[in-house]
């Protein structure tokens, strides 16, 4: 049966002596030569990039896990970094991960189910990839700011020979088609094999000068050469289908580019790049739109153009010092914005290195820390009031103890007629209510600002608690004289609210307005309804509001002129108070001025909801409108009436004469009629203050000698040298002690000459 096979392939074949056996042989022997050198090195190189490749994604992402557990190492967060490393699960191909600490110890590690567990100790910091028993392992070191803290080490399948066995497959069944169709057209060769040689070469010098792979050999009827042909052309399709490969890989290069790119971009202004020269080569785009410039000319040093003024020369040399010394970059700088606003940029960055340590560049990333200048101007401004708010406090606190100790010191003393007792006991009566006002409104703000007031709403009428708030703030609108009109609705109206608390918003507006309006000064209440809302609204013409405060003008301890203007300024809460008091019930309140000098208006609006007619009259429409002694001629100066008079009774029942002003120009009026011998003056005076009224007060013959002693509630450091300044001889803080006025008074008329001022200590 051997010999019948043996012929009927000769007879196909031909012999082997024969040029159709040569060619068959020939063809066999030229396909499998041509196929297994090419399936090699494409082998070869198929198995380099897959190491390269998988190297070099190792490394990218141990470099990120380097930056993302640095912070977690810094800050010995051992459950943020085993969460960055837990990461890693979406990376099959990675087996474990591990972090070290600087001195080797493990500290976080992820293992994927069936992997080999990391060495628990790393023996010294290493930067390194290696390939170890179907595995490749990198380590790098994590630093931070150029800090060594650990070593981030990776562990990955590395199945090179699977990628062997499949090459070798593909090339056994290459090689058996191969044979098969080079035998299966070897039969029919007979023609001349000229044409098809020349054909094939022709098709592979075109190849070779165009550089394209899509061009194939002409199929050819010659038995001899046509498995060639076939073979040509296949090697050719495995060279394209790679080259399709090799551009889907690319492809796939760009997408991750992108990615990378993308995370830089979620930074608020991203990421740089500068070379090893310090040129930067690359800018996120949210950093570029946000000075408006393009790469080129952020490469050419035009970041730097960009710079705040006061931050030019500074950051530019401290970039070059960097630049020189190869040290980490952190700077907080001020960038122009295309806005044409300056925008607070912290950059930081690190060097880039080579395996032999040379800088390469520098990668950093710009942070935006706009909000947190915005906290820390914030913090600033807070620290500011409340300085302010703690020198009015002891100043308003003060200005009632002076009387309340001057009542006493009166009524101490030996046959003291009773119409002075009982003014005494009356001015003790009444600074002590003032007193109790001012921790009565500190105590209403804690309470809103906590949420632990409680509105005890019940149906009021309009005109009672119009009635009561205008009562509360009658006594200062009649004391300065202001002329006060009233407008309501026709209709009587009854109103769901708390009533003591509306009152107090409404008095606190009035109060606030007559304190701010010169004497003589016009205010207005109108009051007006409508389906949703009933508004108050209190009209002045006073000091008015600069634009500038009006947003924070309802804020705790927010005032707009010190309240050594004007002593009656009180602690900066009474908007405040009114604010809360109205939010309360659901309503808003706003203010409104057309600048200093111009008046104000507040309105404050409660929900109709709250509101309802009733069958009652409306309020009534009406306008709320010193003796020489053995001893000395003493002028008591104070706004606040009981201040003077009862310091006033205490010098008196001393022997002096005592005349009272209650302003700076009476001050002076009565000074120059009277000349007399020792001013006790305030500071704290509306108008004109005190240390205003010193200075003229030297300015006159007659007030160049007099003693001038500053009674005040204002006694902080730069006080005390204000009013030595202002040509005071001393100056005393309230609530000072009668009998030491009554000393200095004495020492000051029983001497015939004055030394230097005098302070107080």
Known sequence: MIRPLSAALRSIFGGFRSVRGKLTVVMVLTTAAALLPMTLALLHRDLNNYRQSLAADLNTEAGILAQLTGPAIAFDDQRVAERSLAALTAK?????????????????????????????????????????????????????????????????????????????????????????????????????????????????????????????????????????VRAFNSVLDETEARTRELQELNLALRQSEKLYRAIGESLNYGVWVCDAIGRNIYASDSFLRLVGITQEQCSGIGWGELLHPDDVAATIAAWQECVDTGSSWYREHRFLGADKRYHPVLAQGVPIRDEEGSITGWAGI?????????????????????????????????????????????????????????TARDIISRQVARMALLLDDLLEVSRITRGRLDLRKERVLLSTLVKAAIETSKPLLDAKQHEFTIRMPLTPLELDVDSLRISQALSNLLTNAAKYTDPGGRIALDIQHSATEIAFTVTDSGIGLPAAVLPTIFEMFSQVDSAIDRSEGGLGIGLALVKGLVVLHGGTVEAASAGLGKGSTFTMRIPCGAIREAAVEPVAREPVMTDQGPTGKILVVDDNRDAAGSLAMVLTSSGHSVLTANSGEQALQIGAQEHPDAIVLDIGMPGMNGYEVARRIRQHVWGKSVFLVALTGWGQKEDIERAITAGFDFHMTKPADPERIEQLLAQFLDSSARGTPVRET
């Open 92 to 228: 099959p191909a990675v087996l474990s991960a591990a972090l070290y600490s600087a001195n080797g110890d493990l500290y976080a590690r992820y293992v994927r189910a069936g992997a080999r567990q990391p060495p628990l100790q790393l023996q010294m910091p290493v930067v390194a990839t290696q390939l170890s028993s179907g595995r490749m392992e990198v380590t790098q070191n994590v630093l931070q700011n150029g800090e060594y803290l650990g070593v981030i080490y990776l562990s990955a399948t590395y199945d090179a020979w699977g990628h062997v066995r499949a090459y070798t497959g593909i090339l056994g069944l290459m090689l058996v088609l191969s044979m098969a169709v080079a035998l299966t057209f070897a039969a029919g060769l007979g023609r001349s094999i000229t044409g098809p040689v020349e054909a094939l070469a022709a098709v592979a010098n075109d190849i070779v000068t165009r550089r394209d792979t899509s061009l194939r050999a002409p199929a050819t009827p010659l038995e001899e050469f046509a498995l060639v």
């Open 366 to 422: 710009n942070l935006d820390i706009s909000r947190i200048k915005e906290t820390e101007d914030a913090l600033r401004e807070a620290d500011r009031r409340k300085d302010d708010f703690l020198a009015t406090l002891a100043h308003e606190l003060r200005n009632p103890l002076a009387p309340i100790r001057h009542a006493a010191k009166l009524l101490g003393r030996k046959g003291l007629e009773e119409a002075q007792a009982q």
